[in-house]
């Protein structure tokens, strides 16, 4: 396989998007299985020097989510080694962070999100162009929709992110692919309802703002695309304005003093802040490499993840200023604040192989916040 250099950029990001950008086919149906505790072997702990709590899970993890109906952590994975098929599902005590069971899929999975009762969880299969959806009661997959659409060179879309809207009882989903595009799913059919087009090269980040009436989304052009729920359009494209390029990826909301906050993981590595009000950037956390990213309005913090870097950043979202580190090496990736707001979980990829397969297990952290 050939990769370009800007994705070969993507790719350091997430492998997963880089294979979906190269055409790579997977199976469309799933199969599952639900496994027992005693088919899975409790992992150690470590605990590292400024607290977290960690463990090994599995090779090629991307994202975590909390079910409130189960009461428990689901973590997806494309079981990134050679020759394997297929990915799994993961689910983990949220104290002990042992697996206490699993369901094996017939495709790679990446975005996970959970809608409101926790009784469903919508799982991007990147590789495949797909979305499923699981019954967290059974571990069953219930439904599974594969999207048709091409991007101008023909390739399959990459979906990335899917985000559930409790007011449209409909998920967004962003493709990555240029130019990008954004799907409106039914999440009880799991049916498109819309598609917004013309998204710009790699739609990346999602992040809804019911309160607005938005959906914000990212992409590999530098912009934050403004888009109306209420006709699924795009109504504004926000840039910082400088000239220079960016790749921005992840977005966190601080509604109370109208910032958004997007994630510059490769170009310029920084956190741009944009006001909701006028689109202009109107600060900006120098801190490195910046790939996830989520806002705590209860402890008013931001949580930021430094791939490269190998670290957490705590920032206090008054002053910006980083008020703690934590080292997760090798490759802290996608972050979690759990139900009770006083825990973050992330999860810690391992750098890949030329063939894109993980070079060992990733594992899931635990940080109780002081």
């Known amino acids: 396989m050939k990769y370009s250099a800007p994705l070969a950029i993507l790719s350091r990001t997430t492998a997963v998007i880089a294979l979906a950008l190269a055409g790579s086919a997977a199976p469309l149906a799933q199969t599952v299985q639900e496994a ?48 394997t098929q297929g990915g799994v599902i993961y689910k983990l005590d949220p104290e002990t962070l042992q697996t206490i069971g699993l369901t094996h899929t017939n495709e790679k999975n990446f975005g996970l999100a959970v809608s409101p009762e926790g009784d469903s969880l919508y799982i991007t299969n990147s590789l495949a162009s797909g979305l499923s959806v699981m019954d967290t009661k059974t571990g069953s997959i219930k439904a599974h929709l594969k999207f048709t659409e091409r991007s101008k060179d023909s390739s399959a879309y990459g ?98 003093r109208h910032r958004l906050f997007a994630t510059d993981n490769s170009k310029q590595k920084t956190v741009l802040a944009f006001d909701t009000r006028t689109g202009k950037v109107t600060g900006r956390l120098d801190i490195g490499d910046s790939l996830a990213i989520k806002y705590q309005p209860a ?47 992330v999860t810690i990829k391992t750098p890949p192989n030329k063939d894109y397969s993980a070079s060992g297990a990733g594992s899931i952290a635990r940080i109780d916040l002081p």
């Open 36 to 83: 027992s505790v005693s088919q899975t072997a409790a992992q150690p702990l470590t605990v590292t020097a400024e607290g977290a709590i960690r463990r090994p899970v599995a090779p090629g993890i991307y994202e975590v989510a909390y079910s409130p109906a189960s009461k428990a952590l689901y973590v997806a994975s494309a079981e990134a080694t050679t020759g």
């Open 159 to 256: 979906p990335r992110q899917v985000i559930y809207d409790p007011g449209q009882k409909a998920l967004y989903v962003g493709g990555v692919g240029d130019p990008g595009i954004i799907w409106l799913v039914d999440a009880e059919t799991l049916t498109v309802r819309a598609t917004i087009p013309d998204a710009g090269k790699w739609v990346t980040g999602l992040l809804l703002d019911n309160a607005s009436g938005r959906l914000y989304a990212a992409n590999g052009d530098g912009e934050v695309l403004v888009i109306d729920t209420r006709e699924n359009r795009i109504v504004e494209r926000w840039t910082a304005g400088d000239g220079k390029p960016y790749l921005l990826l992840n977005l966190a909301l601080d509604a109370k």
């Open 299 to 345: 402890r008013d913090e931001l949580y930021v993840s430094h791939r490269v870097g190998g670290t957490v950043s705590v920032v206090d979202a008054a002053t910006l200023r980083t008020t703690k580190t934590y080292a997760l090496p090798p490759m802290p990736n996608s972050l979690l604040v759990g139900p009770d707001g006083k825990t973050l979980y």
